[in-house]
C-alpha cells in the first residue's frame, strides 16, 4: 500500500510514464495547478503559506522515497521520476506568489507600469519555459549535481537549484523593468 502511494506521487499519479517528454509534461502539468489555484482566488493571503508547506513536505518524502523505492525504478534519476519536476517548477510559482508589490495583477486592472499590465500566465508562461531551459541543459553546477550525487537528494537538488535559477532571473527580468 505505502510502495504503491510512494510510486504514485513519485510519478505524479502516472504523468511519468508518458511516452514523451515526462518531465515537461509534469512541469507544465504543475504550472496549470498554479494557474487554476490563482485564478478561482485560492491563492489569498494565508494560503499561500500552506502551499510553500506542501511544497517543503513533498521535497522531503520524495527525497526519502526516491531512495526506498529506488529497485522499483530501473535507476535512480528514472524518467518515471517526475516529482522533482513538480517541486523544481513550483519554486519560481511560489515565488511569483510571494512577489514584490506590483509584480503580478492586483485584480483592480489599474496598474501603473509595464510589470503590473503583465498578466499572470505570462508569468507561468515564462517560468516554465526558464525552468525547462535549466532542467533540460543542466548548466553548472547542475550537471554536476545531476552527474554526482546518485541518490534520492541529487535526484531533487538538480532540479530545486534549476528553479532556484529560474527564479533568479524572473526577478531579474522584474527589477529591469520596474
Known amino acids: 500500500m505505502i510502495k504503491n502511494i510512494g510510486v504514485s506521487i513519485l510519478t505524479m499519479f502516472g504523468v511519468g510514464y508518458f511516452k ?3 518531465g515537461t509534461a509534469a512541469s507544465f502539468i504543475t504550472c496549470l495547478i498554479f494557474y487554476i489555484l490563482e485564478e478561482s482566488k485560492f491563492i489569498l493571503h494565508d494560503n499561500k ?8 513536505f ?3 518524502y520524495s527525497i526519502v522515497f526516491i531512495d526506498k523505492l529506488s529497485k ?10 517526475v ?10 510559482l511560489i515565488a511569483i506568489l510571494f512577489r514584490p508589490e506590483g509584480f503580478a495583477p492586483t485584480g483592480k486592472n489599474d496598474y501603473s507600469t509595464f510589470i503590473a ?7 507561468i508562461l515564462l517560468s516554465f519555459l526558464l525552468f ?20 534520492g537528494f541529487g535526484v531533487m537538488l538538480d532540479d530545486v537549484v534549476a528553479g532556484i535559477f529560474t527564479t533568479v532571473i524572473l526577478y531579474i527580468i522584474y527589477f529591469l523593468w520596474f
Open 58 to 60: 513533498i521535497l522531503f
Open 20 to 22: 514523451y517528454a515526462p
Open 83 to 92: 516529482i522533482d519536476e513538480f517541486v523544481g517548477q513550483s519554486i519560481p
Open 132 to 151: 525547462r531551459f535549466f532542467d533540460i541543459l543542466k548548466p553548472y553546477p547542475i550537471n554536476l549535481i545531476d552527474k554526482k550525487i546518485k541518490n
Open 49 to 56: 503559506i500552506y502551499i510553500l508547506i506542501f511544497v517543503i
Open 72 to 81: 522499483h525504478f530501473k535507476k535512480i534519476d528514472s524518467k518515471e521520476i
Open 117 to 123: 499590465d503583465t498578466p499572470w500566465i505570462v508569468w
